[in-house]
T-cell receptor, first 114, second 116 residues
Framework: AQSVSQHNHHVILSEAASLELGCNYS??????LFWYVQYPGQHLQLLLK????DPLVKGIKGFEAEFIKSKFSFNLRKPSVQWSDTAEYFC????????????WGAGTKLIIKP | DAGVIQSPRHEVTEMGQEVTLRCKPI?????LFWYRQTMMRGLELLIY????????DSGMPEDRFSAKMPNASFSTLKIQPSEPRDSAVYFC??????????????FGPGTRLTVT
C-alpha cells in the first residue's frame, strides 16, 4: 500500500532561517504530489502541487518544492521563514492505482520564533 | 466562488444525541471527502464520494457514523448516538476531476464537534 512519510513531526526555527521539510512516499508509478498548510485554528489550504513537467514547483508565500523521482521525495523549502509561517504542513500524494485518493503524511508542526 | 461551505461551525452536544454535519461542495466538483482531525490521530479520511456515489467508506469508525450525498451540492455526516471520543474537527473537502487523473482537494472551514 502507498504511504507518505514526513520524518519531522516538530520543527522550531528562528525568523529568517531557511526551511526544508522532508516528504517521502512509497509508490513506483505515476504520482501527483501536494503540500498543504494549516494555520492555527484554520482549515487546510493548498500550498503547491506537482502533476508533471518541471520538478521544481513554486507555490504561494515563497514556498517551493522539488520532486526527485529517484528518491521518491517531494521536499518543501523556503529560503527565509517568517513568524507568520507558523503552521502545520502536510504532504499528500495521489497515485493512479489508489483511485487517485489522497494519501496523507502525518504532518509537520512548524514553529517560528520571532 | 464561495468555496466549500460547512455547517454548523461549532457543535456542542451531550453524549447519546444525534449530530448532523452538513457540507456544500464547490459547484462543479464531482468528488467529496469527509475527514476527521484530532490531536491524537491527526487527519483521517472517513469516506469519499464520486458523482454522489460512496466509493470508499473504510475509514468510517463504526456503524454510528453514516454519510449521504443526495445530490451534487449537498452531503451530510451523521453520528448517532454520539460519544465523547467523537469530539474532533470534521472537515469536508471537494475536488474536480482533472484530465490525467490527478486532482487537488479544497477544504471547508470545518465543524468543531464537542460531545460532553
Amino acid at each position: 500500500a502507498q504511504s507518505v512519510s514526513q520524518h519531522n513531526h516538530h520543527v522550531i526555527l528562528s525568523e529568517a532561517a531557511s526551511l526544508e521539510l522532508g516528504c517521502n512516499y512509497s509508490y513506483g508509478g505515476t504520482v501527483n504530489l501536494f503540500w498543504y498548510v494549516q494555520y492555527p485554528g484554520q482549515h487546510l489550504q493548498l500550498l503547491l502541487k506537482y502533476f508533471s513537467g518541471d520538478p521544481l514547483v513554486k507555490g504561494i508565500k515563497g514556498f517551493e518544492a522539488e520532486f526527485i523521482k529517484s528518491k521518491f521525495s517531494f521536499n518543501l523549502r523556503k529560503p527565509s521563514v517568517q513568524w507568520s509561517d507558523t503552521a502545520e504542513y502536510f504532504c499528500a500524494v495521489n497515485a493512479e492505482d489508489s483511485n487517485y485518493q489522497l494519501i496523507w503524511g502525518a504532518g509537520t508542526k512548524l514553529i517560528i520564533k520571532p | 466562488d464561495a468555496g466549500v461551505i460547512q455547517s454548523p461551525r461549532h457543535e456542542v452536544t451531550e453524549m447519546g444525541q444525534e449530530v448532523t454535519l452538513r457540507c456544500k461542495p464547490i459547484s462543479g466538483h464531482n468528488s467529496l471527502f469527509w475527514y476527521r482531525q484530532t490531536m491524537m490521530r491527526g487527519l483521517e479520511l472517513l469516506i469519499y464520494f464520486n458523482n454522489n456515489v460512496p466509493i470508499d467508506d473504510s475509514g468510517m469508525p463504526e456503524d454510528r457514523f453514516s454519510a449521504k450525498m443526495p445530490n451534487a451540492s449537498f452531503s451530510t455526516l451523521k453520528i448517532q448516538p454520539s460519544e465523547p471520543r467523537d469530539s474532533a474537527v470534521y472537515f469536508c473537502a471537494s475536488s474536480p476531476w482533472v484530465s490525467g487523473g490527478g486532482y487537488e482537494q479544497y477544504f471547508g472551514p470545518g465543524t468543531r464537534l464537542t460531545v460532553t
